[in-house]
């Protein structure tokens, strides 16, 4: 009986953690900053190629962005149901991000890439 009871808490707190986090689209639609990155809870600084990189998501669905002083371009998709962005840039290439959380201030993404699926990206609209 008892177990059915903690059963039944578990997954309920597990819906409502879940949901707690509802995302907007217009909620991205900003000039994103680099801010840092962290992997497991430790906090490095861009490096100094890195320094000035971004990403504008823009209302009509694209997105501009400097990577070590490459400026791309693209279009983005965001999936509310995944919580995750796919960018598809000038070259066709798609990348997905998910979105481990974010405020007005502040965005944190994860990539889909092997490399670094274990890093988050740490991004600020404020400079």
């Known amino acids: 009986m008892i177990r059915t009871i903690l059963t039944t808490l578990v997954f309920i707190f597990s819906i ?4 707690a986090q509802k995302i907007d689209k217009k909620d991205l639609l900003k000039n994103w900053h680099l801010y840092a ?5 430790k906090e490095y600084s861009p490096s100094k190629k890195e320094k000035n990189d ?7 669905m694209t997105y501009t962005s ?9 279009a983005w998709i965001f999936n ?6 796919m960018m598809n ?3 066709k290439e798609k990348v997905k991000a998910y979105i481990i959380s974010l405020t ?5 993404l994860r990539f889909d890439i092997d490399e670094i699926r274990a890093l988050e990206v740490h991004y600020t609209s404020i400079l």
Request: charge should be positive; aromatic fraction near 18%.
């Open 54 to 60: 971004y990403i504008f998501f823009k209302d009509d």
């Open 37 to 41: 990155y962290k992997i497991k809870n």
């Open 89 to 91: 840039d000038q070259k």
């Open 80 to 85: 509310t149901n995944g919580g995750y962005i």
């Open 16 to 19: 409502h953690y879940g949901n």
């Open 104 to 108: 007005s201030k502040t965005l944190v």
């Open 66 to 74: 400097l990577s070590e002083g490459k400026k791309e371009y693209g």
